[in-house]
């Protein structure tokens, strides 16, 4: 069974803290991905990778950096946390190329800054 | 840019009855896809169904289907049959001709289906 794991489904932190938020996936797949889901407006791409130590960026990758340095590992990274970064974040993996290839999702983490 | 939009925030439909959850899109690619995912009030996106622009016949996934009029850019999801397990957020998504697979959603129809 397909799999992307998210290291925590809830979390606090305080405004200025360093957060990271971690993804595996075990599909070997080359793409990963960074989304934030806020109501109304879908999810946003944050950044995405196609391949190891590859980024690129997203819609809205400011106030985030985000570090592949295994293939099935992506990390999100918000360097000084601040209120407006309180959102779901999604992961998602997929195969590389073009065609059907779906974005296979996380559990998500549902982070509050406060 | 690629835009994705979903007119309904919220729709009910009755158990057993079919329904129609509408998706226009707007790109100047040639080639791109179109997605469809649910996310349950547990959180987690399933993949649905999807269509490539080139395909001429219209995707169907089992109770799902996909009606894709490109000259109209719309991609609505058919729901035939709906249950109770139906209810959940429903996201239109779009790959444009990009090397990364990156998608492009909409904003989301929540849809609740009444017993």
């Known amino acids: 069974d397909v799999k992307v794991t998210q290291s925590s489904r809830y979390l606090v932190k305080r405004t200025g803290e360093k957060v990271f938020l971690e993804c595996v996936q075990d599909m070997d797949h080359e793409n990963m991905f960074w989304y934030r889901q806020d109501p109304g407006l879908g999810l946003r791409l944050i950044y995405f990778s196609y391949d190891v130590k590859m980024k690129e960026k997203g819609d809205i990758p400011e106030g985030y950096s985000v570090s592949r340095e295994k293939k099935e590992r992506f990390s999100l990274i918000l360097e000084s946390a601040s209120t407006n970064q309180t959102s779901m974040y999604l992961c998602?993996?997929?195969?590389?190329?073009?065609?059907?290839?779906?974005?296979?999702f996380g559990p998500g983490t549902r982070l509050t800054v406060l | 840019a690629q835009k994705i939009t979903q007119t309904q925030p919220g729709m009910f439909v009755q158990e057993k009855e079919a329904v129609t959850l509408d998706c226009t899109y707007d790109?100047?690619?040639?080639?791109?896809?179109l997605f469809w995912y649910k996310q349950p009030s547990s959180g987690e996106m399933i993949f649905l169904i999807y269509q490539g622009s080139y395909d001429e016949q219209n995707a169907t996934e089992g109770r799902y289907s996909l009606n894709f009029q490109k000259a109209r850019k719309s991609a609505n999801l058919v729901i035939s049959a709906s249950q109770l397990g139906d209810s959940a957020m429903y996201f239109c998504a779009m790959r444009g001709n990009n090397a990364g697979n990156m998608l492009t959603f909409g904003g989301g129809t929540r849809l609740m289906v009444k017993p």
């Open positions: 790109t100047s690619d040639q080639s791109y896809g």
């Open positions: 998602a993996s997929s195969l590389g190329g073009q065609g059907g290839n779906e974005q296979f």
